[in-house]
């Protein structure tokens, strides 16, 4: 799988504009939720508004790691995207930390001049009005083993500022039986949204144990777990689905 380290590139000077990236990387496929399997880049943004107990990813969250955060152009962005896919249009997945915190709109209208297609990956607390720019936006907000809070304004704002074009579908991560009652409320809060319930990762890579090995047995278990209790509750218009690269690739970065 083709790579390209992001502290290769140089830093750019244009303030405000510049976009905070931890990694670049693809093409490998989309692991999760509506797109599974759909070949991707992968943008990851540094930096995010939420601390998840169970965060798989955050090298890209916590400031301590703020140094290995480039920052660059929509330009520069673009131009690696293209080396990666070989300039041959595809999907580009914008996931982070929480990409909803930089300024997109100029790398958007970049890669969709050029035939590339965007999904992001947010939580919905923080709205963009380049939203409206988006091909696919999945909100994953978070259930209460995340600690951290749903705020049902900021989540209906991200839904309105959605475009006529854009594709909104909901991704919830289930940890126990209290994730799974509050699920069973956002779906009935949202019946609108396409729904995918994604077993957590009890155990994912953290900076300081970057090598460890996933337990699929334990990942199989909860998938178990949870398809039984949808098909119990006769709750048909939920979709399970596992972390396919995670049951590829352990919990490797960068794939
Ligand atoms: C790393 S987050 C980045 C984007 C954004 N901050 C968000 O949370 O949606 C991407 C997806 O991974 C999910 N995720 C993070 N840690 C996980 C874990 N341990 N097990 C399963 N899914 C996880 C998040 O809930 C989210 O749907
Ligand atoms: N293959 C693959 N699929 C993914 N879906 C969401 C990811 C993420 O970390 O946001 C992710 C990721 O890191 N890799
Ligand atoms: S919102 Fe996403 S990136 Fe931020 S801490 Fe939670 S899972 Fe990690
Ligand atoms: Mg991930």
Redesign the pocket.
């Known amino acids: 799988m083709s790579q390209i380290a992001t502290h290769t590139i140089t830093n750019t000077k244009d303030g405000d504009h510049t976009i905070a990236i931890s990694e670049i990387f693809g093409p490998t496929i989309q692991g ?2 509506a797109l599974i399997g759909v070949p991707t880049v992968f943008v ?1 943004t540094g930096g ?1 508004d ?1 601390r ?1 107990s ?4 955050l090298y ?2 916590e400031p301590r790691f703020k140094a290995d955060w480039t920052p660059m152009s929509a330009a520069q962005v673009m131009a690696e995207v293209k080396c990666l896919s070989g300039e041959q249009p595809l999907l580009v997945t914008l ?6 915190l930089q300024p997109l709109t100029e790398l958007l209208a970049l890669g969709q001049n050029q035939g590339y297609t965007f999904a ?5 607390s923080k709205v963009q009005p380049w939203f409206a720019q988006l091909d696919h936006l ?3 907000p ?1 259930p209460p083993s ?1 600690g951290m809070p749903f705020n049902g304004a900021r989540f209906a704002d991200c839904l309105a500022a959605a475009g006529i074009h854009t594709q909104v579908s909901l ?3 289930i ?1 126990d039986e209290a994730d799974y009652q509050w699920a069973r409320q956002m779906a009935k809060a949202y019946p609108q949204l396409p729904l995918t319930l ?7 890579a953290t900076p300081e144990q970057p090598n460890i090995e996933t337990d699929i047995e334990a990942l199989n278990a909860r998938l178990r777990w949870l398809v039984d209790k949808v098909t119990a509750d006769r709750w048909f218009t939920a979709r399970v689905l596992p ?1 396919l690269h ?1 049951l590829i690739w352990n919990n490797e970065r960068g794939v």
């Open positions: 999760e939720g990851r995010c939420f998840c169970w965060c798989d990813t890209a969250v996931s982070g930390g929480n990409p909803a992001i990956e947010t939580q919905g999945t909100l994953s978070k995340a991704k919830l991560v940890s994604q077993p957590c990762n009890p155990a994912p972390q995670v």
